[in-house]
């Protein structure tokens, strides 16, 4: 049997998108269905979208973290977390679509995703990653330099703009059947969505969407 395809939007900047990666192979063991694993900005996505990251506002930032330990928690994980957050994941990124073959790009991702929450690793380091990368029988020095030129710089701005045109606002997110699924908590509805258990009445959805709005809140200056 094919197995379906699912693209899963991440960034190693958000702890969830490590706490999603460490649940795909449990999913793909249980059902036809193979992860693509494909990074996008995630300030890309909120610029785009007019949004603060968690980390840009103080109670959310802390939640965020304390949520990400529940979670490893409860999801037999060590939790150790980068040296600092927010940093500048575009090293991690590049590199990342610096690499074709999905397969590969998919050991790169979980190599760093883990290294940077489990380990403590600081991901904005180019040893580091070149490291991450050599583990994976990659040429870390090679795919470094890769990762620096425009042309890559522009696929991981592509891939970000192509995520905005499906309605991605977040990371982690799933993409299959022209539908969202975004969080590493939705993960049980896109299991019983994969299963054919879980159906959303799209007409209904565009007249729900349809009516008009009532009150907005006055915009900060």
Known sequence: MERKSVVFYFDPISPYSWLAANQIPEIEARLPVQFDFVPVLFAGLLNAHGQKGPAEIAAKRRYTMTDAMRWAAKLGLSFEGPPAHPFNPLKALRLCTAVEATSARRRLAEEILNACWREGADITDDSVL??????????????????????????????????????????????????????????????EHLQGRLRVDLDRLQTVLNRPRAADRPQSK
């Open 130 to 191: 070149i490291g991450l990368a050599a583990k994976v029988e990659l040429a870390g020095q090679t795919l470094m330099n890769e990762a620096g030129s425009d042309a890559i710089k522009k696929a991981l701005r592509d891939r970000t703009d192509l995520a905005i045109e499906q309605g991605v606002f977040g990371v982690p997110t799933f993409w299959v059947d022209n539908q969202i699924f975004w969080g590493n908590d939705r993960l049980p509805f896109l299991i």
